[in-house]
């Protein structure tokens, strides 16, 4: 079994910066991706950032270069760090992880960004 547990969502001015964190526990289950989605009010999931078991990161479109995510491994978390945050990411940000076989996907229970003046 594998369970996310997500920190660090909250209330920013447009510009600001915050840090998610998803602390990732599982037994035996080998994890072949794990990242960052989000979800927009009354809009699919989609995604943000993700990192493959062979260290391949890839990104959103609509992040620009403005958000990194990163692992540490020492703590089973992974890290999306989000600079010159816009209104427009405003959302609810669900850390993610897949199987290496692909046959089981997990979710976290969500936290919410909102980015405001």
């Known amino acids: 079994q594998v369970q996310l547990v997500e920190s660090g969502g909250g209330l920013v001015q447009p510009g600001e910066s915050l840090r998610l964190a998803c602390v990732i526990s599982?037994?035996?289950?080998?994890?072949?991706?794990v990242g960052w989605y989000r979800q927009m009010p009354g809009k699919e999931r989609d995604m943000v950032a993700t990192?493959?078991?062979?260290?391949?990161?890839n990104y959103g479109d609509s992040i620009q270069g403005r958000f990194t995510l990163s692992v540490d491994n020492a703590r089973n978390t992974v890290v999306l760090q989000m600079n010159s945050l816009k209104p427009e990411d405003t959302a609810v940000y669900y850390c993610?992880?897949?199987?290496?076989?692909?046959?089981?996907?997990?979710w976290g229970q969500g936290t919410q960004v909102t980015v405001s003046s």
């Open positions: 990192i493959t078991e062979y260290n391949t990161i």
């Open positions: 993610n992880a897949v199987s290496t076989d692909k046959t089981e996907n997990y």
């Open positions: 599982r037994s035996s289950i080998s994890l072949g991706v």
